[in-house]
């Protein structure tokens, strides 16, 4: 049996954060989606590590970490990503996100560009507005009394039990019911359920993602971008991935075949060759501020692409 990573813990401003450091190497940071944690990424940790530092937190109101009543917005947590990182004497990072995680990741890479080498996005959130119904309901009112009934022991079990069911069933819109029942079960704490609002309340509202990097497309001309998808995604439409390859053309995408939400765990093979191949065959960004400056001076916000929503997986692929 492989053991799991250990799990190291630090305090900042205050609040504990639990974080997993692997291997040596250039550093990578993995950044988990909503209501995840660092263990979404136990299928492709080890492997990254034999190349790579590898840097995976838990982040604040997730997992391990400490769930106060905080800055919950992806401003915010780029700010902790940095000063975990500063903490940890990493200087620079690849930085990998999913879901939220790459809404986290996209602002990490704004925010901080002289402290981000390249920038890798696994079903990102911010390309567009659509989203699972079931994100979009915990913005309307009343949802924390819904999600503490969802949460009470028999409701829980029955809840998994249905969900891990329907993902066992072979239908491609199931297939990452299966997390979402591990999601259901970290909502058994309140102080977890309440950080989570707040979350999704930064990001979401009742029509759909409100925080998008269209605006902002122009700037990874400075930086290398990987946009990784999976084909049969439930959460966030794969045909945001073809928005990534209209808005940042010099961005590399693939679409992962018989994949969902989480191709890092469907297929952790594929995704890692994927990201070595990336690496290896791209420069880190070097920051220079004149450059930066001239980017920002010059750039235009990027309309969103009218054709995008007929795109297909095959067509995007």
């Not at 977890?192 to 979401?204: G, L």
């Not at 998008?212 to 001309?221: C, N, P």
């Amino acid at each position: 049996m492989v053991m799991s990573p250990e799990v190291q813990y630090l305090t900042i401003h205050g609040h504990r954060r639990a974080f997993v450091k692997m291997g040596q190497g250039p550093a990578v940071l993995l950044l988990h989606g909503l209501g995840c944690d660092h263990t979404t990424w136990l299928p492709v940790i080890r492997a990254l590590a034999r190349r790579y530092t590898v840097i995976a937190p838990d982040l604040l109101g997730h997992g391990r970490s400490a769930k106060p009543r905080a800055d919950y917005s992806v401003g915010g947590y780029a700010n902790g990503m940095r000063d975990l990182l500063t903490v940890l004497g990493v200087d620079k990072v690849t930085v990998v996100g999913h879901s939220l995680g790459g809404g986290v990741a996209m602002q990490f890479g704004y925010q901080f560009p002289e402290r981000t080498e390249r920038m890798i996005l696994v079903a990102p959130g911010g390309l567009g507005p659509e989203v699972s119904p079931a994100i979009r309901a915990i913005t309307l009112p009343g949802s924390g009394h819904a999600l503490s009934v969802l949460t009470l022991p028999g409701v829980r079990h029955l809840g998994r039990a249905g969900l891990r069911t329907l993902a066992a069933s072979g239908l491609s819109k199931a297939r990452d019911l299966d997390e979402v029942a591990e999601i259901l079960e970290s909502f058994k704490d309140p102080q977890a359920r309440a950080a989570i609002r707040h979350v999704v309340r930064a990001v979401v509202d009742w029509r759909g993602q409100v925080v998008t990097m269209v605006d902002r497309a122009y700037l990874t001309q400075a930086m290398p971008m990987l946009v990784i998808w999976g084909a049969q995604d439930s959460v966030i439409p794969v045909r945001h991935a073809g928005v990534a390859a209209q808005i940042a053309p010099g961005a590399t995408v693939e679409v992962i075949r018989n994949a969902g939400h989480f191709p890092h765990k469907d297929h952790p093979q594929r995704f890692v060759k994927i990201v070595n191949d990336f690496i290896r065959t791209t420069e880190p960004a070097a920051y220079h501020r004149g450059r930066w400056r001239n980017l920002l001076k010059n750039g235009k916000q990027t309309p969103l692409p009218a054709a995008v929503a007929s795109l297909q997986a095959e067509d995007i692929a």
